[in-house]
């Protein structure tokens, strides 16, 4: 399974952006996540999606982060929006587990 981001770019505080994964190979879109990586953190998983549909969230992203996934067009997206510095990161898409090799990555940068 290999993975490509994109877009990501400069917001400012409170901007939005929709972040896309293109997934090749084979995959099942219920185990999918966006993990992201701070300058001098470790990657952090922020999003999943899950068999139910609904996605979970850590705490420092709730109700302003979307994951959505769509296995027939083999894509994962990540809708952010009410944009904080502390979210200024390379975000990556992976399975739940990280158990595929990383992707490039897609930096935003979070900043006035």
């Known amino acids: 399974v290999q993975f490509v981001e994109s877009g990501g770019g400069l917001v400012q505080p409170g901007g939005s952006l929709k972040l896309s994964c293109a997934v090749s190979g084979t995959f099942r879109i219920y185990e999918m996540g966006w993990w992201r990586q701070a300058p001098g953190k470790q990657r952090e998983l922020v999003a999943s999606?899950?068999?139910?549909?609904?996605?979970n969230y850590v705490d420092s992203v709730k109700g302003r982060f979307t994951i959505a996934g769509d296995q027939a067009n083999a894509r994962l997206y990540l809708f952010m929006d009410s944009l904080k510095p502390e979210d200024t990161a390379v975000y990556y898409c992976?399975?739940?587990?990280?158990?595929?090799?990383w992707g490039q990555g897609t930096q935003v940068t979070v900043s006035s």
């Open positions: 999606t899950s068999r139910s549909g609904w996605g």
């Open positions: 992976n399975s739940h587990d990280a158990r595929y090799f």
